[in-house]
Nanobody
Framework: QVQLVESGGGLVQAGGSLRLSCAGS????????MGWFRQAPGKEREFVAG????????TYTDSVKGRFTISRDNAKTTLTLQMNSLKPEDTAAYYC??????????????????WGQGTQVTVSS
């Protein structure tokens, strides 16, 4: 059974940085897209960043471009999200996600097949 476990959340002041990690078990990282979503209180879960299969092309939502970086280490089956210049509006529960198959360039607009349990990120002003 596929399990995704996030770590690295916490409390940080505005302008600070955090690094989220997602460890996978029994899952082939190398050929399937993975990504990060977030959900703030009272809001819908939203896509944050994604990384495709072979070649590792990346996609970001506009509000995090230039501040967040997604990367993957297939050998270690680890997905990371480096978050810099954090803002209070980045406060949310962050979820690691994975898709079973690569459905095309806009894979990130489809519902992932697997989710982690989430890790809380709180940015104080």
């Amino acid at each position: 059974q596929v399990q995704l476990v996030e770590s690295g959340g916490g409390l940080v002041q505005a302008g600070g940085s955090l690094r989220l990690s997602c460890a996978g078990s029994e899952y082939s990282f190398s050929n399937n897209p993975m990504g990060w979503f977030r959900q703030a209180p009272g809001k819908e879960r939203e896509f944050v960043a994604g990384i495709g299969r072979i070649g590792g092309s990346t996609t970001y939502t506009d509000s995090v471009k230039g501040r967040f970086t997604i990367s993957r280490d297939n050998a270690k089956t680890t997905l990371t999200l480096q978050m810099n210049s954090l803002k209070p509006e980045d406060t949310a529960a962050y979820y690691c996600a994975a898709w079973k198959y690569y459905s095309g360039t806009y894979y990130y607009t489809t519902t992932p097949d697997y989710w982690g349990q989430g890790t809380q990120v709180t940015v104080s002003s």
